[in-house]
């Protein structure tokens, strides 16, 4: 389980200049290049990255807490993201109606985002208009308001979107494959939480969460556009300082190897023609050095579009529209997964294709030929992450809070080529199911149950379980 970190409870530190701004080598890569990134830290705590960018006169912003849905108390599961989007929702200075005219009035955009670590708050802005709009975003995490009228909206919008899932068979199928995959561990339910726990969320649960899990020293600015570094130090410690609460450190979560094998769940859906699979195993942790060698592997095997499992399963055999494999990459561990989905009547065959073709990398890795198909992919895709100001700060923030290396653009490419045939089975054989795999079916039970014979022990739950 996740080590609680202990509340800060001190006196607002004064306001003081922005600190010296620190200079970070430049990264540059052939076609790809990032800006060199300033480094500088308000008087709260809060690290501030400024990377200088043109020609267009636009200003990108991504602030990020290390507060992710793993963080959510045992009893309010979805506590983070539901925290989170109700940000917007109005600050001790400013309504939900004039941050929403303050923000479109500049022609900015606003967005927020969350997943198992971190949740992430984004504003695009003209460069004139990026004080104004730094200003908001200090406001949005320093005090935010969380009105009650737009608690209690959002619960019961978030509440009838629970029930309307019930109605898509996709995502029931991944939520109750993320409950089976990971148990009791932090990653083990949904981002957005549960019926169940929803109902029970109250303003002060909100309240609470903010001033315990979602503070300066656990968070990281990222400002990527046409702006001084200099005056983005400046104008950081104007919108931050003050900002107190949350842990001095990221929360320390349990080692997530314990990812569950060998068991067959079945959520049944008697209204279903169709079968959703999620066939998976454990993967390896955000920075493992094993991401290069296996992200070219799985490329081939079912991440591409030419891969193993869509020309066999789909073109060749024609048991689906859609099969793709991945690395689900997460701060404390992985899954290794494969989702698609098939008539009732093929859904037996469909896993054993799918796991026969697991079986072959498995034994053999990648060829020399195929490997390098899969590269060169993979190579021509990734310069898309660096082309706006918005994707550029995406990658510095995740390199940084992920530790993976401020050459990791840089040296990208060049690693992912590397990559041998050899080093293709070593990770098969570590990720491709040498374990009976976990492997979830949602479809009519009383239809596909006596095909799933052999696969491992039988467990029959009903899909409202998963609303």
Do not use: C
Request: no cysteine; charged share 25%; aromatic share 6%.
């Amino acid at each position: 389980m996740a080590t609680r970190a202990k509340t800060l409870k001190k006196k607002a530190a004064p306001a003081r200049k922005a600190a010296p701004v620190k200079k970070a080598a430049p990264t540059t890569t052939g076609a790809l290049t990032l800006p060199t990134l300033h480094e500088s830290t308000t008087s709260s705590g809060l690290k501030v990255l400024a990377a200088e960018r043109g020609p267009l006169p636009l200003v990108a912003m991504r602030l990020v807490i290390r507060a992710g849905s793993a963080t959510d108390p045992a009893d309010k599961h979805g506590l983070a993201d539901f925290t989170a989007r109700l940000l917007r929702r109005g600050t001790a200075r400013m309504s939900a109606d004039e941050l929403d005219e303050a923000i479109e009035f500049v022609g900015a955009s606003f967005s927020v985002g969350s997943n198992e670590d971190i949740l992430s708050l984004f504003i695009t802005t003209p460069a004139e208009y990026f004080p104004d709009m730094l200003s908001i975003l200090g406001q949005l995490v320093r005090e935010p308001s969380f009105p009650e009228r737009e608690v209690e909206q959002s619960r019961e919008r978030t509440l009838a979107g629970f029930s309307n899932d019930l109605d898509d068979p996709s995502v029931i199928a991944d939520r109750a494959f993320t409950r089976a995959l990971w148990g009791k561990h932090p990653y083990g339910h949904d981002v957005g939480g549960s019926t169940a726990h929803v109902r029970t969320f109250t303003r002060d649960d909100l309240v609470r969460f903010h001033r315990e899990r979602m503070g300066p020293r656990v968070s990281l600015l990222t400002v990527v556009g046409a702006v001084s570094p200099q005056r983005v130090a400046e104008e950081a410690e104007k919108a931050f300082a003050g900002w107190e609460g949350g842990p001095e450190a990221p929360v320390e979560l349990a080692s997530g190897d314990t990812v569950a094998t060998g068991r067959v769940i079945v959520v049944d859906k008697p209204d279903q023609t169709q079968s959703q699979v999620r066939i998976g195993g454990p993967g390896y942790r955000l920075g493992h050095p094993d991401y290069f060698p296996a992200t070219a592997m799985n490329i081939a095997l079912g991440g591409g579009f030419t891969s193993r499992l869509v020309n066999e399963v789909r073109v060749e055999r024609g048991l689906t529209y859609g099969i793709h494999s991945y690395f689900d990459a997460m701060s404390a561990g992985g899954v290794f997964g494969i989702s698609t989905f098939t008539k009732t009547e093929t859904t037996r065959e469909i896993i054993d294709v799918s796991l026969a073709e697991v079986a072959k990398v498995r034994q053999g890795g990648i060829p020399a030929g195929e490997l390098k198909k899969a590269q060169r992919y993979l190579a021509g895709l990734y310069p898309l992450r660096t082309e706006t100001n918005e994707s550029v700060a995406a990658v510095i923030s995740d390199i940084r809070v992920h530790g993976l290396g401020d050459d990791w653009v840089e040296k990208f490419r060049e690693r992912l080529l590397a990559v041998k045939p050899k080093q293709t089975v070593e990770v098969a054989a570590k990720y491709l199911f040498s374990k009976s795999p976990l492997i979830v079916v949602l479809g009519r039970a009383d239809a596909i149950g006596k095909q799933l014979k052999g696969l491992g022990p039988v467990t029959v739950v009903p899909a409202s379980e998963y609303e």
